[in-house]
């Protein structure tokens, strides 16, 4: 058996592993980079951060066909990822996976992490799922990154699934505001009114 037929195969326990797991209230579990990464929910600053964005957005995309979700899966290649929050279509069945555990990732048209304390969670939504998301082909990621000393917020565009990477990074500090560049939520201002003013 080659090494890419065993790598499958590993796929597919860890698939199926997620699939049959029971976590305890407040955990979430998800697969990335072919492992299973279990996580709490987030603090409060972290919660009121994604609490401020889906309701600005949710205004932003009101009467379109576009919306912000979140709690719900988001599954590309046997891969599983519990965004902070993402923009899919309004109407988005047609994305349901076939077993409905979650949304395939090809709906999804931005998707925002917020990055928690703890040298784990940082490196999950700073490197590992920077490097998913672009594999995965979705258009734009947004990283408002609390953990910074002085508050960042990263919007990358033009993945390049091939080196999961992107060719357009840009960040800011806190107290900046960033447009979105592209997408259902081109034009969308995130500042001080989401994260808070700079920090020093």
């Known amino acids: 058996m080659s090494l890419a037929e065993d790598g499958r195969d590993l796929d597919e326990v860890v698939w199926q592993a ?3 797991m029971e976590l305890p209230e407040g955990y979430r579990a998800e697969i990335i980079e072919g492992a299973i990464e279990v996580s ?5 600053s972290h919660s009121q951060i994604v609490f401020l964005l889906k309701e ?3 205004e932003f995309l009101r009467g379109g066909d576009f919306a912000a979700r ?3 899966n988001i599954i590309h290649e046997n891969r599983a990822w519990v965004p902070d929050l993402f923009i899919v279509a309004r109407d988005a069945e047609r994305y349901v996976t076939d077993d ?3 949304l395939a990732a090809a709906g999804v048209r931005v998707v925002f992490e917020v990055v928690s304390p703890g040298k784990r969670s940082q490196d999950r939504d700073r490197v590992k799922k920077r490097r998913e998301y672009a594999r995965a082909g979705i258009p734009v990621y947004v990283i408002i990154d609390d953990c910074d000393k002085q508050g960042t917020v990263t919007v990358l565009t033009e993945p390049q699934p091939d080196r999961a990477d992107w060719l357009g990074v840009a960040s800011v500090p806190y107290g900046t505001d960033v447009h979105l560049p592209k997408g259902p939520a081109k034009g969308f ?5 989401i994260t808070g ?3 020093a």
């Open 18 to 20: 997620w699939k049959a």
């Open 40 to 44: 709490p929910t987030g603090r409060y």
């Open 56 to 58: 600005a957005l949710g």
């Open 70 to 72: 979140n709690d719900t």
């Open 100 to 102: 409905g555990l979650g």
């Open 189 to 193: 201002v995130i500042g001080d009114n």
């Open 197 to 199: 003013p700079k920090r």
